[in-house]
């Protein structure tokens, strides 16, 4: 005699995954929630769009400092091959904070690769391996544009009364990336390593 399988008990049921779900979107891209923060949806909205700017060209930066982590050759591999790794955790932190003051003030943060790309003003490199010096340049002109975006957007949040936006701004992406600029900066200056 063959045992019949028996009925599954009704306290697993709802155990098992269900992967194939699909829905629409609850919130578009560029739209702010109302949420209970003393800011106009104005000053929400202006602070949304200008923190996926800098979190866009931010992800961008981070990535550049990985890929330079791996492909850096030369002289100074081992020292460029720690720093660019160090800076990169430093701007994965700041990709995160960004992420998270846009999710706090309602909006939706970028976080799509793709759509990254899009929205990224930072200039693509070369999918192959750049010389040390072309590195750093790319670097720090990549600082540059994200400083002077995350500087315009900080004063304008400070207008608007986003003291948040405006701090977050200040005190971390902009402080971070001058310190980085400096360090790689100090790397492109013609100096020999030993003298004769």
Same mark, same amino acid.
């Given at each position: 005699?063959?045992?019949?399988?028996?009925?599954?008990p009704?306290d697993?049921?709802?155990?098992?995954?269900?992967?194939?779900?699909?829905?629409?979107e609850?919130q578009?891209?560029?739209?702010?929630?109302?949420l209970?923060?003393?800011l106009?949806?104005?000053s929400?909205?202006?602070?949304?769009?200008r923190?996926?700017?800098?979190?866009a060209?931010t992800?961008?930066?981070?990535?550049?400092?990985?890929?330079?982590?791996?492909?850096?050759r030369?002289?100074t591999?081992?020292?460029?091959?720690?720093?660019?790794?160090?800076?990169?955790?430093?701007q *994965?932190a700041?990709?995160?904070?960004? +992420?998270? /003051?846009?999710?706090? %003030? !309602?909006?939706?943060?970028v976080? @799509?690769?793709?759509?990254?790309a899009?929205?990224?003003?930072v200039?693509?490199?070369p999918?192959?391996?750049?010389?040390?010096?072309a590195?750093?340049a790319?670097l720090?002109?990549?600082?540059e544009s994200? *400083?002077?975006?995350a500087?315009?957007? +900080?004063? /304008?949040a400070?207008? %608007? !009364?986003d003291?948040?936006t405006n @701090?977050l701004?200040?005190?971390?992406?902009?402080r971070?990336g001058?310190?980085q600029?400096?360090?790689?900066?100090?790397h492109?200056?013609d100096t020999?390593?030993?003298?004769?």
């Amino acid at each position: 005699m063959t045992a019949k399988p028996s009925a599954e008990p009704s306290d697993q049921r709802g155990s098992h995954p269900l992967p194939r779900q699909d829905g629409g979107e609850i919130q578009r891209f560029g739209t702010v929630r109302q949420l209970p923060l003393g800011l106009s949806h104005e000053s929400r909205m202006y602070s949304c769009h200008r923190l996926n700017q800098v979190l866009a060209d931010t992800q961008i930066l981070y990535s550049l400092y990985k890929k330079h982590h791996w492909t850096v050759r030369g002289v100074t591999s081992f020292q460029l091959h720690q720093l660019f790794d160090a800076h990169a955790a430093e701007q *994965l932190a700041l990709v995160d904070a960004l +992420a998270e /003051r846009v999710q706090s %003030l !309602g909006g939706v943060a970028v976080g @799509d690769p793709r759509h990254v790309a899009e929205l990224s003003s930072v200039a693509r490199p070369p999918d192959g391996v750049e010389e040390v010096p072309a590195m750093l340049a790319r670097l720090l002109k990549a600082h540059e544009s994200i *400083l002077v975006e995350a500087r315009d957007a +900080a004063a /304008r949040a400070a207008e %608007l !009364g986003d003291d948040g936006t405006n @701090d977050l701004l200040v005190s971390h992406v902009i402080r971070t990336g001058e310190a980085q600029v400096w360090f790689l900066a100090g790397h492109l200056v013609d100096t020999p390593p030993v003298r004769i």
